[in-house]
């Protein structure tokens, strides 16, 4: 089985918030290189305030380059892809810091479609700061659907505990009824049997579906969604031979922990699924987009700028949006070469695999 060591591209995100601060502190323990090579998109000058806000960090290995291919490993590697008269405002959300995303996430992109990075780890962003420089989209989720020309993707939310999809992601919650259609359904489920097989190594998943009304909509009395598109849905997942159930009241289904029962959740709307998701697992949890051609994780917090430059964000979720990261990229791997085994027997099993020598014959 393949387990190179990969390339992990780890955007710097808003760079006045909380964003350097739980890089340099997941990738402080110089064991963790011995698992990935990571490159830091963004500035070395940056990474250099920031590292001195941090004073229990006294030793870290790093190497500044302009080139992904100049990469070493064992060293924290900083891409300079930001101008040099850049400078932190921590706790700003300003033009500056929003351009600076929107670069360093480009930049990562681009080495990552070129084959120079296996891996990309996004760091926290101000959306509404992005956008009024021109970003054009509403999250990561949206923007990277787009460079990579996907049909659809779906916002996962991932812990050692619980797994969470949505249907509808960043839209306002007055559209989320129109939004929700059962071809949407279908195609999320689709995606998130897809990835949990390949990605999570689980060989029959179970995912449960929620509803999108209280109670279920009580028979139709709070809303008809339920028995004329969520149940439709998840009967037409059935027959694809997804593993699907539902739909599910979220407050019970949550409440009384029915979501241990499956491999994971299909929620309909952004905080129907993320609120609980925190909840439970807000320390390690991790966004991943499942349905890329690419890997791509980030931890499940924001730019918290109440904390930026004060030493006080926690890098749990970074840590773990960073090995979940190679985790599902060795998987991929894995299942790739299982399909290819499986392959190479049913190419066996025809006429040729008869006359070579070595192969029982079977009446």
């Known amino acids: 089985m393949n387990k190179r060591k990969p390339i992990v591209a780890i955007t710097q995100g808003d760079s006045n918030g909380i964003g350097y601060e739980v890089i340099i502190k997941a990738l402080s323990d110089p064991r963790v290189l011995d698992f990935f090579t990571p490159?830091?998109?963004?500035?070395?000058?940056?990474?250099?305030?920031?590292?001195?806000?941090?004073p229990e960090i006294s030793q870290l290995d790093t190497n500044v380059i302009t080139s992904a291919s100049e990469a070493r490993p064992k060293r924290v590697n900083i891409l300079n892809c930001l101008p040099d008269n850049v400078y932190a405002e921590p706790g700003q959300a300003t033009p500056d810091s929003a351009r600076a995303a929107i670069a360093a996430l480009e930049c990562a992109v681009a080495d990552i479609k070129a084959g120079l990075a296996d891996v990309l780890v996004t760091g926290p962003i101000n959306k509404k700061a992005m956008n009024e420089e021109g970003f054009g989209f509403s999250g990561h989720t949206e923007y990277l659907h787009r460079e990579f020309g996907v049909s659809d993707v779906t916002m996962l939310m991932t812990s050692h505990r619980l797994k969470i999809g949505v249907v509808t992601g960043h839209i306002p919650l007055k559209d989320v009824p129109g939004a929700v259609t059962a071809d949407k359904i279908v195609s999320k489920l689709r995606l998130m049997s897809?990835?949990?097989?390949?990605?999570?190594?689980?060989?029959?998943?179970?995912?449960?579906?929620?509803?999108?009304?209280?109670?279920?909509?009580?028979?139709?009395?709070?809303?008809?969604?339920?028995?004329?598109?969520?149940i439709p849905a998840v009967s037409r997942a059935t027959q694809e031979g997804i593993i699907a159930f539902g739909p599910?009241?979220?407050?019970?289904?949550?409440?009384?922990?029915?979501?241990?029962?499956?491999?994971?959740?299909?929620?309909?709307?952004?905080?129907?699924?993320?609120?609980?998701?925190?909840?439970?697992?807000?320390?390690?949890?991790?966004?991943?987009?499942?349905?890329?051609?690419?890997?791509?994780?980030?931890?499940?917090?924001?730019?918290?700028?109440?904390?930026?430059?004060?030493?006080?964000?926690?890098?749990?979720?970074?840590?773990?949006?960073?090995?979940?990261?190679?985790?599902?990229?060795?998987?991929?791997?894995?299942?790739?070469?299982?399909?290819?085994?499986?392959?190479?027997y049913r190419r066996l099993e025809g006429p040729e695999r008869r006359e070579r020598p070595g192969f029982p014959q079977i009446a």
Not at 39 to 54: A, C, M, N, P, Q
Not at 195 to 216: M, T
């Open 194 to 230: 897809k990835s949990l097989k390949e990605d999570f190594r689980i060989d029959q998943p179970r995912i449960a579906v929620l509803s999108l009304n209280p109670h279920s909509g009580d028979g139709g009395l709070l809303g008809s969604e339920e028995q004329d598109i969520i």
């Open 248 to 344: 599910f009241s979220p407050d019970g289904y949550f409440g009384l922990g029915h979501y241990e029962r499956f491999d994971a959740t299909l929620a309909m709307y952004h905080d129907q699924g993320l609120a609980p998701f925190k909840a439970i697992s807000f320390e390690d949890g991790v966004n991943y987009t499942a349905g890329l051609p690419i890997v791509r994780t980030s931890p499940d917090h924001g730019t918290a700028y109440e904390m930026a430059g004060r030493d006080q964000a926690d890098p749990h979720s970074m840590r773990s949006a960073i090995f979940t990261a190679i985790d599902i990229f060795n998987a991929r791997a894995d299942y790739e070469e299982l399909q290819a085994g499986k392959m190479e």
């Open 39 to 54: 490159i830091v998109y963004g500035s070395s000058k940056l990474f250099g305030f920031y590292r001195k806000t941090i």
